[in-house]
């Protein structure tokens, strides 16, 4: 579903096309599945015309000064986040969080930092995984900002309906992600949010809800690819798993921006 927006408003606001949930290289449980780095993911985003985007690695926020620079230099605002594995093994999106995935690592953790200047969102909350948070999120509704509506979809099996449903039902923004493990996800289902650049800014406008969810359904074609390529990677990695040295040249000793 492509969206037509305008950029007539207040001052500094406009339309900015953004990414929120990615992984790369540097991912510590999904390095076999990502080739590329994380210099080559926001090269990617920047060509398709993207100017908002989070790496959100599993238990890992790899966002530094540097590689924000980098995203800076090329018209992207960088924003920090991780996916963080909460009470476990529930799959939950965290931005901008001055602290180690160890301190985030229950609902109640996270409750206990969240703030003005964070967003948590469900992410794929109701596929068919473990990992997915299904009930719990009602059950928690208060801890989330925000819900995802994943760009891993066909026009016959589609597990987002529900939680567009439950978006509705509490009043939450429900935004588009890719969940990007492959570069070739990019650009077809994404979040249009009315924002001034800057992490603080791009948060505070998904808290209130300006946002546009513009969604392209997978071809069958696509989305068994994606899982061959999965199960392919899973036996014959696309890389080593990260050493400790490796993401400590990219990710900050204490994330989070306020800007």
């Known amino acids: 579903m492509q969206v037509i927006l305008e950029n007539s ?5 406009r339309w900015l096309k953004a990414e929120l949930h990615t992984h790369c290289s540097l991912d510590p449980e999904d390095y076999r599945m990502c080739a590329h780095s994380a210099e080559e993911l926001i090269r990617e985003a920047a060509g398709l015309g993207y100017q908002v985007l989070a790496i959100t690695c599993h238990n ?8 924000s620079e980098y995203a800076e230099s090329l018209g992207i605002t960088l924003i920090p986040g991780m996916e963080v594995h909460a009470e476990g093994r529930f799959h939950t999106l965290l931005y901008n969080f001055s602290t180690s995935w160890k301190n985030l690592n229950t609902f109640e953790k996270i409750r206990a930092r969240r703030g003005p200047d964070t967003l948590v969102v469900a992410p794929h909350p109701y596929f068919p995984a473990w990992t997915s948070l299904g009930s719990l999120l009602e059950k928690n509704i208060d801890l989330f900002d925000a819900v995802e509506f994943s760009g891993f979809f066909t026009r016959r099996l589609n597990f987002n309906r529900r939680a567009a449903r439950i978006a509705l039902k509490h009043g939450r923004p429900l935004i588009g992600n890719s969940d990007a493990h492959m570069l070739w996800q990019l650009g077809r289902t994404f979040t249009w949010v009315r924002a ?5 800014s791009v948060i505070g406008a998904i808290r209130r809800g300006q946002v546009r969810v513009e969604s392209n359904a997978l071809s069958f074609q696509k989305a068994a690819s994606w899982w061959a390529v999965a199960v392919s990677r899973y036996f014959f990695p696309a890389h080593l798993r990260p050493t ?16």
């Open 60 to 67: 890992l926020d790899v966002w530094s000064r540097e590689l």
């Open 196 to 200: 001034e650049p800057g992490v603080q």
């Open 9 to 13: 408003g207040k001052s500094g606001e």
């Open 244 to 259: 400790r040295s490796r993401i400590g040249s990219y990710a900050a000793h204490t994330p989070g921006v306020s800007r």
